[in-house]
């Protein structure tokens, strides 16, 4: 017990010197002081040439550990992008900013971000994002002047909707932005993401070197780009006025207790990330700082470094002392991957790391000596009970204090949940954190070699080759007969195989298990529809938004369903339903272009007068045209429509004539000849108005 008080003791005298050091009034920051932030996706520590690894090529990072200041032990505070980054951008744990997994949630507006404290004191803010887990709309882009995470134009990866951009192409965006700037500091943020898997070897710069560890590749390339950032300070003449941070997200498992990626185990193949913090000619370069060090602490230890005065959150602490190349206790660290629990019903995971030890609490509790076995291959918690029980006090007691937060539920598009699905994140499940004890859920460490077996399916069903993923996730399911993500993927490929009633067996199943619920009641719902059944459709996504009201996704399916009634069987109630849907799905998501162009088109073109409304149409017409531009034919097609209905026929004409001047227009022979028909028609009107 000893043991436990002074744990969470150390713990707090962290935080009140923290705050103490925030509450002094300083004469005011350094004057041009400028902030470079260069997150390195997935990059485990001891991959990197300056951490010990003899074959990695970082001279960037090399460099700038030389320059400045490297700690040794740094971890991050869950093993996932998002919660990992809002971890970073606010000094909060995941508990406290509330982001627990990724793409479910966004960070809650009361909570302020560095980008934002900075903003307030004279900083012009910039970030560039190389990958859609990071998008804006999970909150972390409050505070930034421009926030660049257009992914459009990205090249496919694997597959088409794995959606990221080359370490490249965000430097290059962000060396634009530099270069652009006026004189005041900037706050500048740098999301390389290209040690995620998969892996690239990146022959054509570095030929053989790295073909058989392609993710020593993909960090080397990395490397090369945060080489660009520093490069340009240099010849800016501004290296000695900035303070670069370059900082690993979280780690990579490569395969080490069982995991290939990261995300559902929290060793310190995951959690130890690279961390060096350098501004030559300020601070002294060349120091390899030992202390425990937690990614919370960077918000703190950039506003102390620039004498910005601001109440240290949490727990985190500055590390200025390093900087300054003063003593430096280590902290205890605190982990979590709620990953498990939230996506596949096992234990969650939470961890104290100190010097010597590591604990992590789940189903089996684990308990590693670090000096002894940095590989954490050793479980001492039965050896070392009382040890064991210290360390679990003394992580309760922690948990007490933390302010928790549940951060805002994010809507997302069925396509953006296959996104982070080709990303390796599930993003769904039915709880942001666990309410089942820990010692009646699976342990992880049994069930991982089945997430293994599941990820490998995804690669089949990506690839379309349903019966080699029916085969793999059927072993899956004798093994692990609760594993509802495993049933739910059943359950699509035999959609996909026309299987429809093994598809509703195994989606049934995800009900039964309570798992993912939204998930199963929408595929429900569709595959009642692909198979012609609209009432028990209506059902399905009926109950689907007695749980979930901003479903948008079953608003939208739902919407075409009256829709459909209200055309082959001319009903006013029918068609007023599906423009309600409609105008939901709007009000959720201003941006879905399809129920943009089919309200529209029901405003335009609907038989009953009453619910027709020109002027409302050809506004919602006109968004979806801005949103592709002015470039897709079948929604300038709409925009005509709508003008016609309020007689401006001589727009709808100019529109239509642009319509069929598109490439490819005449080769769709049913669409050319129907907007022939209705151009003859309005010109028709145009003229016979004109008389």
């Known amino acids: 017990m000893r043991m436990g008080r002074y744990v969470v003791g150390a713990i707090c005298g962290i935080a009140i010197l923290g705050s103490c050091w925030y509450y002094v009034k300083f004469s005011r920051r350094p004057h041009g002081v400028n902030v470079l932030l260069v997150t390195f996706d997935t990059t485990r520590a001891l991959r990197v040439g300056c951490y010990g690894n003899k074959d990695a090529l970082t001279p960037a990072l090399d460099e700038l550990a030389a320059q400045g200041v490297l700690f040794e032990r740094a971890y991050a505070a869950a093993p996932l992008t998002l919660p990992s980054h809002a971890t970073i951008l606010t000094g909060l744990l995941p508990p406290e900013h509330g982001i627990r997994v990724n793409g479910k949630n966004g960070l809650d507006a009361p909570i302020p971000t560095l980008a934002e404290i900075l903003s307030k004191n004279g900083y012009r803010t910039s970030a560039f994002v190389a990958a859609f887990v990071l998008d804006s709309k999970f909150g972390l882009d409050r505070g930034f002047d421009l926030y660049e995470d257009d992914l459009s134009n990205s090249p496919e990866a694997d597959h088409p909707l794995h959606r990221s951009r080359s370490g490249e192409e965000v430097v290059d965006l962000a060396l634009d932005w530099l270069d652009g700037g006026d004189d ?11 040690p995620h898997h998969p892996y690239v070897d990146h022959r054509d710069k570095f030929g ?12 080397a390339y990395a490397d090369a780009q945060l080489g660009r950032l520093l490069e340009q300070l240099k010849d800016r003449g501004i290296e000695n006025e900035t303070l670069v941070i370059a900082v690993g997200d979280h780690g990579e498992g490569l395969d080490d207790h069982n995991e290939r990626t990261h995300s559902n185990m929290i060793y310190n193949s995951t959690m130890h990330v690279p961390l060096i913090i350098s501004q030559p000619g300020r601070f002294p370069g060349g120091r390899r700082e030992p202390a425990v060090v937690s990614l919370t602490d960077l918000t703190p230890t950039v506003l102390s470094s620039l004498n910005i005065p601001h109440a240290s959150p949490g727990y985190a602490r500055s590390l200025l002392p390093a900087l300054r190349d003063e003593p430096l206790t280590s902290g205890v660290c605190y982990g979590e991957s709620e990953e ?23 189903t089996r509790v684990e308990l590693y000596d670090l000096d002894a076995d940095p590989g954490e291959l050793n479980n001492l918690a039965a050896s070392h009970s009382e040890q064991a029980q210290t360390f679990e006090t003394a992580l309760s007691e922690l948990e007490a204090t933390f ?14 949940r296959r996104v982070l699905e080709s990303l390796g994140y599930a993003g769904g499940g039915e709880s942001e954190e666990s309410t089942a004890s820990t010692g009646q859920l699976p342990d ?11 990820v490998e399916a995804q690669d089949l069903i990506h690839r379309r080759e349903f019966e080699p993923a ?26 996909e195989m026309g299987r429809f009633d093994d598809a509703e067996d195994h989606y049934l199943r995800v009900l039964e298990l309570g798992r993912d619920v939204e998930s199963a009641l929408l595929n429900l719902g569709l595959l009642a529809r692909r198979r012609n059944e609209t009432e028990e459709a209506v059902k399905h996504l009926g109950t689907l938004l007695q749980i979930y009201p901003q479903s948008a996704d079953a608003h939208f399916y739902l919407a075409g369903i009256y829709e459909t009634r209200g055309r082959e069987t001319p009903g006013v109630d029918a068609m007023k339903t599906a423009i309600d849907h409609y105008a939901t799905v709007i009000r959720l998501r201003p941006d879905h272009l399809q129920s943009l162009a089919s309200l529209a088109w029901i405003l335009s073109t609907c038989e009953f007068d009453e619910l027709r409304d020109g002027e409302r149409a050809v506004r919602l017409a006109t968004q979806a045209c801005e949103l592709t531009k002015f470039q897709f034919p079948p929604v300038l097609d ?53 008389k």
């Open 340 to 362: 498990p629990f939230v996506e596949s019903g096992w234990s969650p995971l939470q961890c104290l790391i100190t010097e010597k030890w590591k604990y992590i609490r789940t």
């Open 184 to 194: 005041k500091p900037f706050f500048c943020w740098v999301h390389l993401y290209d």
């Open 403 to 416: 302010v928790n937060r549940t951060a805002l539920r994010v809507n997302l598009t069925d396509e953006e």
């Open 208 to 219: 053989d070197r790295f073909s058989s560890n392609p993710y020593d590749a993909e960090i």
């Open 470 to 495: 029916v085969v793999v996730l059927r072993e899956i399911v004798k093994g692990a007969p609760e594993y509802a993500r495993a049933h739910g993927l059943l359950g699509m490929c035999m959609a």
């Open 444 to 454: 992880v460490k049994d069930m991982i070699g089945y997430y293994n077996q599941l």
């Open 638 to 690: 709409v925009l005509a429509a709508a003008y016609a209905e309020t007689g401006r026929f001589d727009d709808a004409v100019r529109t239509l004539e642009q319509c069929l001047n598109f490439p490819g227009v005449m080769e769709d022979r049913q669409f050319a000849r129907d907007v022939s028909r209705r151009l003859s028609y309005y010109r028709d009107r145009k003229a016979w108005r004109a």
